[in-house]
């Protein structure tokens, strides 16, 4: 009984992380449950411990314990001679983290960094203050803790186009094999395709274990409009298909739970946890990176790198330390009194990032969608904590995907340029409380085009642009690196982004009124948007403005460090993703992309984990024994 209460407690301690941003009134039922049923799975010791005293060296040092660090710390420490040190800004996950459904609950909650963008009127438009809101996981694990787990890997023409770039080894044929290293496919259909899936790798990937009856019309849906049922991370991108999650047993399985966890026991790696890093330290002399400074317990901390330093803060803080560090544009770090060791005037330029046009609503007449207020019940929690299933293990309400092509896109090539995220719930499902929140909207314009259907059941699509032509940037505000940099999403500037949401959003309008469809009274929620009012209905120009007011964008920043050659004048990483001009600094994360990927971006984010981790490897495991070699012919 003691060790179910001490659960509770921590249990308790862990919802702390929702208070003021809503309630959810089953919440305290769902802490107790949770912890009464899964107490042996609370141990403390079922957590990474923070080891207390660190060296003043370590042979690594990797800064970012999110989706690419995690997989990094993992895989250089499976060499027992090399020691590694994970440095992260956030701490522990916790339970609440675990459930599916509370994933918006996160959103600007004590475990997301809160970023928003600077105004702008190209997008954004029924934003608080025209402001988007990014937010950024600040926890082990980094934001595959808040995220909606959709495992999507990107298409063939991705990663070909990398290489095309100038990059040798990126190619598809060269990094599926590290997709399918992480993986662990739980659908025997899928893994039995052993050209593209693989088991026994340390992300469980698995179906959603819950569906209402939408999930499998989506689908039907997609094949009315004439397209093929597809699996997404196979063999043909264009096509409608169901979700692959990144969940394990109905919980979420983050890149900590995956990759930190299994090791917390090896005896070299180290774990420093509220750990704000501020600086790299690079010699200007020799400009090599030699080790890092923090903030943790509010003292600063020095430590060394004997071999190399790994920057895997991700498209935001990964370029903001750079420039902290002396490494970016000379003209911009003079102008924030900051010394330049290397000009690279790519740090934080080339942002990219997927947007989709928030709110397309379709009522329907039959109680079957995910409401919050009806399914999320004492019933639902004792289901979730008992048998791992039921409405709680949702993520929230997606259920289907689709990649397809609009007139802008060569149909024939099977790189489509726009997917669809259907889900059996939209905005207004949890009466206005927490997406209403986690995407910044003003009340004015949710009560103008939501209040009137709070709480009714509905199914949303969400039409995704996958390739932006539109790119933004990052530059640092002070040389304070407390203060958060200032982030310019330019979304939405090049006419030709404009043309692909639009026709986007007509090809959603036309999926909710398929036939499939029509059979649960589907019919869309037209209500006229408050700043296009002034337009024709339905026109292409009514459309252009309706994209720019509930502009979502579905947090896949990116590309701020991009790896290409020393020719290219904007990149900042080789191929090996060295930074240009400095020894002994890699960037590892989605900064390093040179154009984002056609989908969902943790997929290729923990590849790019993986793949790192064996470039590391291989140079100085070829080192050790180049050196070996040299010293036993010398004794011979």
Known sequence: MAIILAAITTTIKAAGLLIGIGKLTILPILIVAMAYFNYDLMDPENHPHVTKNLYTEYDFIVIGGGSAGSVVANRLSEIKEWNVLLLEAGGHETEITDVPMLSLYLHKSKIDWKYRTQPQNSACQAMIDKRCCWTRGKVLGGSSVLNTMLYIRGNRRDFDQWESFGNPGWSFDDVL???????????????????????????????????????????????????????????????FGFWQFTMRRGTRCSAAKAFIRPIHQRKNFHL???????????????KRANGVQFIRDNRLHTVYAKKEVILSGGAINSPQLLMLSGIGDAKHLNDVGINTIQHLPGVGQNLQDH??????????????????NRLVNVNSVLRYTITEDG???????????AFISTKYANKTDDWPDIEFMITSTSTNSDGGTQAKNAHGLTDEFYNEIFSEINNRDVFGVFPMMLRPKSKGFIKLKTKNPLDYPLMYHNYLTHQDDVNVLREGVKAAIAFGETATMKRFGARFHNKPLPNCKHLPLYTDDYWNCVIRQ????IYHMSCTAKMGPISDPMAVVDHQLKVHGINGLRVID???????????????????????????????????KRSHSNTTSGAS
């Open 550 to 553: 509930y502009t979502m964008t």
């Open 272 to 286: 420093s946890l509220w750990s704000h890093v501020t600086r790299i330290l690079i010699d200007p002399l020799t």
């Open 177 to 239: 094999p590290y997709f399918k290293k992480s993986e662990d496919q739980r659908n025997p259909y899928l893994a039995r395709d052993k050209r593209y899936h693989s088991t026994g790798g340390y992300l469980t990937i698995q179906d959603a274990p819950y569906n209402t009856p939408l999930g499998v019309a989506f689908v039907q849906a997609g094949e009315e409009m004439g397209y093929d049922i597809v699996d997404v991370n196979g063999d043909q991108q264009t096509g």
């Open 391 to 401: 409405p709680l293990t949702s993520s929230v309400g997606l259920e289907a995907v």
């Open 590 to 624: 989605a900064s390093i992309m040179p154009t984002i990927t056609n989908g969902n971006i943790n997929a290729p984010v923990i590849m790019i984990g993986e793949k790192g981790s064996d470039m590391i490897k291989d140079q100085w495991l070829k080192r050790f």
């Open 355 to 372: 947007i989709a046009v928030g709110g397309i609503a379709f009522l329907i007449d039959y109680p079957v969608s995910i409401v919050m």
